[in-house]
């Protein structure tokens, strides 16, 4: 079903580099051909836009914006052409889109599909925003815009999900669960009986907890500065957690103590260039292999190259292996047979116009 009509919604704009979210009324415009109007029911804050509002190195030119790539909602209404989705259909809201049709998504190992690159310009295909605000046109982000209460989506964006299923639950495999469960499962082919060191608590490092156990690995060492999160990590599958901070020794060094060689894989899952070299040194020196989901933009890495000689490799993972469309419907069907648990990974549940205080929560480590 087609349509002409303009929504105005609420949605949270920021206005400038390093600014905070405002509430403010847009207008959403009817989608053009290829694309979806949705109404969110369920999103979440993530890492990635905290990162966005505060590191000089992530941020850009293109404001007034809309972020949020992570959530689940109802379709409102499609454009001309559409042709896997309807009014009225639960759908994912996915960063990561599957066109079907490029040279990624023909190739059953890949899932980096070009229309990813869509999301640079922060427009729509046309080169025009969906999104207007007190007369002024204003960005996408991420290829979806999660912080309005109304978003326009390509339809290769968009996955189709069973109608029974809880968005308020289920929004999690548009990013952060798929992202961590797919980087031990897919990414890094955790293998049965391993050892695993997941760096960073947060929502997705306990989705790379369960995709390890899942995997059968048998040690899961969990660490994290924040005390306060070993013991979801253990609920989630966590066999230890550590502290850097209660050792003199370097995190790799206390790893390399605990286990006599090293870990069969680890994981940084929180973007940090010096993180990053301590887990793969934490790695087994013949076979380790360290996987990168924390995002990690605009810097360099320093490495020693004296790291990979006996055999150890890095590897970088985006929305855990999954093809977009296909693993979001996937993995929702998995949380309706009861084969994931996606509810351990929500703390804290808010109306849109609390989003700032979503902010502060993460800062404090409060919220997942």
């Known amino acids: 079903m087609s349509t002409t009509k303009v929504i105005r919604c609420k949605a949270a704009i920021v206005w400038k580099p390093g600014g905070s979210f405002s509430i403010e009324e847009v207008e959403v415009a009817p989608p053009k051909a290829k694309e979806v109007r949705i109404k969110m029911v369920a999103t979440a804050l993530c890492g990635t836009e905290m990162k966005m509002l505060k590191d000089k190195n992530l941020q850009h030119q293109h404001y007034p914006i809309i972020m949020g790539h992570e959530g689940a909602g109802i379709v409102e209404s499609v454009g001309e052409g559409v042709s896997t989705v309807k009014a009225g259909d639960k759908v994912i809201a996915l960063f990561l889109p599957q066109c079907g049709e490029c040279t990624s998504c023909l190739n059953s190992a890949d899932n980096f599909c070009i229309k990813l690159k869509q999301a640079e310009t922060h427009l729509m295909s046309d080169g025009t925003s969906r999104f207007t605000c007190k007369g002024k046109p204003v ?168 790291l990979f000689f006996s055999g150890r490799s890095l590897k970088g993972s985006v929305y855990g292996g999954w093809k977009g469309r296909d693993g979001a419907s996937k993995l929702v069907s998995d949380y309706m047979a009861k084969k994931i648990n996606l509810d351990a990974l929500i703390t804290h549940s808010l109306n849109l116009d609390k989003i700032n205080e979503a902010v502060e929560l993460m800062k404090t480590g409060k919220w997942q």
């Open 139 to 306: 960005y996408h982000f991420g290829n979806t815009s999660t912080f309005s209460e109304y978003t326009v989506m390509d339809e290769s964006s968009v996955a189709k999900i069973d109608a029974a299923a809880p968005l308020e639950k289920v929004f999690l495999v548009s990013c952060g669960f798929s992202t961590g469960y797919g980087g031990a499962i897919n990414t890094a082919k955790v293998t049965p009986g391993s050892t695993c060191a997941v760096f960073g608590l947060g929502g997705v490092g306990l989705s790379v907890i369960m995709g390890c156990k899942a995997a059968g690995a048998t040690r899961i060492i969990a660490v994290d500065i924040n005390k306060d999160k070993f013991e979801k990590a253990k609920e989630v599958g966590a066999t230890e957690c550590i502290n850097p901070q209660d050792y003199e020794k370097p995190i790799q060094e206390v790893l390399f103590d605990l286990t006599g060689d090293g870990v069969d894989f680890s994981f940084e899952v929180i973007g940090n260039p010096e993180t990053v070299a301590a887990a793969l040194a934490s790695c087994r020196e013949s076979h380790g292999v360290c996987v990168i989901i924390g995002l990690i933009i605009g810097v360099q890495l320093n490495i020693s190259g004296h």
